[in-house]
Every structure is written in C-alpha cells, then in structure tokens.
C-alpha cells in the first residue's frame, strides 16, 4: 500500500517530507540536452563568410621615363640592341609603337665617346630619354621637355638606353606613332670641330635648298636645318613651303637614306653630279649641295 501511494506521488510530482529527497531527485530528472556550441565572439568571422578581399588600387601603365628596363620585362617593353654595320658609325631604325608600348634601344659605347640621336615623328606625344648604363628610371636626356635631338659626350663606358614611347595621355587612348630614329657614336668630344650652332637651334646651319613634292609640281625653295655629327655624317631636315617635313641622312659625304616612316613613301635614290647631292624620296625630290653636309 506504501509503495503505491510513493510511486502515484511521484507520478503526480508530490513529495512528503520522509521521502522528500529520493523523490526529488527522481522527480527532476531529465532526458540529457545536448550542449550548446559555445558562442562566437562578436569579433570572430562567421565561417561560411569568407572575408572581404583588401581592395586593389587600380594599376598605373608604367612610366616610359621610369619603367624597369632590367629583366623580367615590364608590360608593354621591348629591348633591341642596336648594332652598326662595319665601318659605320650610325645606325637607323624604323620603328612602331601603340598605346603604352616603349622600346629600349641598347647602344654600346665608350668614355669619352659622342652619342647623338634623332627621332623623327609625326606624331606630337612621341618622344625618347636617354640614360645612362645601369639606369633604369632616371634620365640624363628627357625628349618630353628637350626636343628630338640629343647630342653628349659619353662620361661611362657600357650600355646606354634609348627609350622610345608615347606620352601616357596618348597611351591610353591607344594611340600608334611611326618613328625613324638615328643613332651615331664617333670618337672625340667635337668631330665637327668648331662647327657653331645657330643661335635658338639645334642645327649647325640653315638655309634653303631646292625641292619638289613631284605630281607636277614645279621645283621650289625648302627652308632646311643641319645637324653636322663630323666625317660627312649629318641630317638634314627639310620643310616645304606647305608644313611637311623630311627628314635626309647622309654617312661619309653621301645619302644613304630618309625618314621613310611615311606612308606615301615607295622608294629612295640618290645620284652625285659634281659637288651636288639629288636625293628623290618617293614623288620628292631635293638637291643637297656638299657645303650642307660638310660645312665650310
């Protein structure tokens, strides 16, 4: 009878004060709740969150005045050694560059040496700097704010670097420019010897000489300017009467080529009669005396 009414007490979650203690503890006894995981501190990432990627700020082109020229190459940059035939001084390049393309041209030269360099170009952002072996940022010549003739006595033996490119404005826009660039090394500081430059120019003279565009055109005069490098090596530009330039290369005394970079351009000759040069570039043609290319 006892065991009946403890189990309906129980059952009934009643306690006497005998039997208080067995009872509670049968009483309050409950199915095992699994625990719960601990909480996350409120600094802690979420796990299936993946944390935000640190935001990139948006790549600049390289510079042509301070891309790396070293290896590896940096985007957009060639490298092309430029090499002399026997027995010249000069070289011409003709060359193409689009958007933030620049090409480093590699010329091997001695202390005390002349380095001098011309670019031709249509087009108004297209420009060189010339630094010195080892350097690959800083520039001893910037064609941007110094024009497209170079000319310096060399103080280091080694490579030197021509770089050749396009104003980042012009870059970006995707813009192409055409080039011709000529490259002379002589020895000694002078190989013109005295020859003055004409004053505000970078020509050793300057004058007119005859010219034509050809298709009927009749012969005129050209205003021209002069860059004498010694020996018969000199360029002579030449403007006519509407604007349009060219450019003509001389080596020893003789023509040996033009600023072909033009696209109505289709041939180059040259002929000697006495002490007169007649170069016929394409339809054009000009009469270069010996006094131009040699001086007095």
Request: with cysteine; net charge negative; glycine share 12%.
């Amino acid at each position: 009878m006892l065991d009946r009414t403890l189990l309906h007490s129980v059952r009934l979650g009643a306690v006497t004060l005998g039997f208080g203690t067995l009872i509670a503890c049968t009483a309050t006894k409950a199915p095992q709740v699994p625990e719960e995981a601990p909480e996350l501190e409120a600094d802690a990432p979420v796990a299936d969150e993946a944390p935000a990627a640190a935001e990139q700020p948006e790549q600049e082109p390289p510079a042509a005045a301070s891309a790396d020229a070293d290896d590896p190459l940096v985007e957009g940059q060639r490298i092309e050694r430029v090499a002399f035939d026997a027995g010249s001084t000069s070289a011409t390049i003709q060359g193409r560059i689009t958007g933030q393309e620049f090409v480093d041209y590699k010329v091997g030269a001695r202390k005390g040496q002349r380095m001098t360099v011309d670019l031709t170009t249509e087009h108004t952002a297209n420009y060189f700097n010339v630094m010195e072996p080892g350097e690959t940022s800083v520039a001893t010549f910037i064609g941007s704010t110094s024009g497209g003739h170079y000319e310096g006595v060399l103080e280091e033996t080694g490579d030197y670097t021509i770089r050749v490119y396009l104003m980042r404005s012009a870059g970006r826009r995707g813009e192409e420019a055409r080039y011709t660039l000529k490259v002379a090394v002589a020895d000694g500081p002078a190989a013109h010897g005295g020859d003055a430059k004409v004053a505000g120019t970078d020509f050793h003279a300057t004058g007119k000489v005859p010219c034509t565009k050809g298709g009927g055109q009749p012969t005129t005069q050209c205003d021209f300017g002069v860059i004498r490098e010694g020996g018969g090596t000199a360029t002579v530009h030449v403007t006519h009467p509407d604007g349009t330039k060219r450019a003509l290369y001389f080596e020893a005394g003789r023509a040996t080529g033009a600023d072909t970079s033009h696209a109505e351009m289709d041939g180059f000759a040259a002929s000697r009669e006495g002490d007169l040069t007649t170069v016929v570039v394409g339809k054009e043609r000009y009469e270069i005396p010996d006094v131009v290319v040699m001086g007095d």
